[in-house]
């Protein structure tokens, strides 16, 4: 089993950043992939970026040259790096860690609250 922890969200104005931060239990480096979806209310879940075991990143165009995904594998941990924010992704972010081969093996943090807000 794997134990994700969110931290970084908060209350930020549009144009402003945060640093997303998702602590893994264990050393998930060479198993699974790492993503960060979010949620805005009366929405479903999206993916907005992901970050593979070797490195490669993805992310969707609405994040695109705003946001970026990363790990530090020596601290089994994932960063999203959300600058330029927008009101539009204001949500609720979520940590996943993905099995790469054993796709069922799926996991989610708590999730933290990002509002951006004039």
């Known amino acids: 089993q794997v134990q994700l922890v969110e931290s970084g969200g908060g209350l930020v104005q549009p144009g402003g950043s945060l640093r997303l931060s998702c602590a893994a239990s264990r050393s998930i480096s060479s198993t699974y992939t790492m993503s960060w979806y979010r949620q805005a209310p009366g929405k479903q879940r999206e993916l907005v970026a992901a970050?593979?075991?070797?490195?490669?990143?993805n992310s969707v165009d609405s994040v695109k040259g705003r946001f970026t995904i990363s790990r530090d594998n020596a601290k089994n941990t994932v960063y999203l790096q959300m600058n330029n924010l927008k009101p539009e992704d204001t949500a609720v972010y979520y940590c996943?860690?993905?099995?790469?081969?054993?796709?069922?093996?799926?996991?989610w943090g708590q999730g933290t609250q990002v509002t951006v807000s004039s």
């Open positions: 996943n860690a993905q099995h790469v081969v054993l796709r069922g093996l799926t996991y």
């Open positions: 970050v593979t075991t070797s490195g490669t990143t």
